[in-house]
């Protein structure tokens, strides 16, 4: 059990195709990068999210989650509401060995309102270990 680091990232994806559409280098278009680093890999958030709504003051069950609860939304920047969250989907698609334990970080979050645009942090170097 190991932390997986940049260079079996990188061999993963040219030679499995374990992250496609794969980015083998730290690209910094603006302030947010993605792409292959020491840390990991930084994906890039598509324009399509679910952000999560209580309107119906409903107890919130994650083994029977009410779909109802999910707005749908298509936008180039999506705005969080305080008390909520929101799912996005990733522009990159990942084929990751089940043997290798995954993390997710999503970072730049301010205090009272959340913009995710972008990018969210796929952890491996620091949090990726062999066990599942």
């Known amino acids: 059990m190991s932390v997986k680091p940049d260079k079996w990232i990188r061999r993963m994806a ?9 980015t083998d280098r730290q690209m910094r278009e603006g302030v947010i990068s993605y792409g292959v680093s020491s840390y990991g890999y930084d994906i890039r958030v598509a324009d399509e999210f679910r952000i999560f709504t209580n309107v119906n003051s409903t107890i919130v069950d994650p083994k029977h989650f009410d779909a109802r609860s999910l707005v749908e ?4 920047v999506c705005i969080v ?14 084929r990751i060995p089940r043997n290798v334990l995954t993390s997710a970080t999503l970072l730049r ?17 620091r949090a990726m270990s062999s066990a599942r």
Do not use: D, V, W
């Open 14 to 22: 040219l030679e499995h195709g374990m992250i496609e559409p794969f």
């Open 73 to 76: 939304f298509k936008g180039e």
């Open 81 to 94: 509401p305080p008390n909520s969250f929101a799912l996005a989907r990733s522009i990159e698609y990942f």
């Open 109 to 125: 979050c301010p205090q009272r309102f959340t913009r995710m645009k972008g990018c969210a942090r796929y952890c491996s170097s």
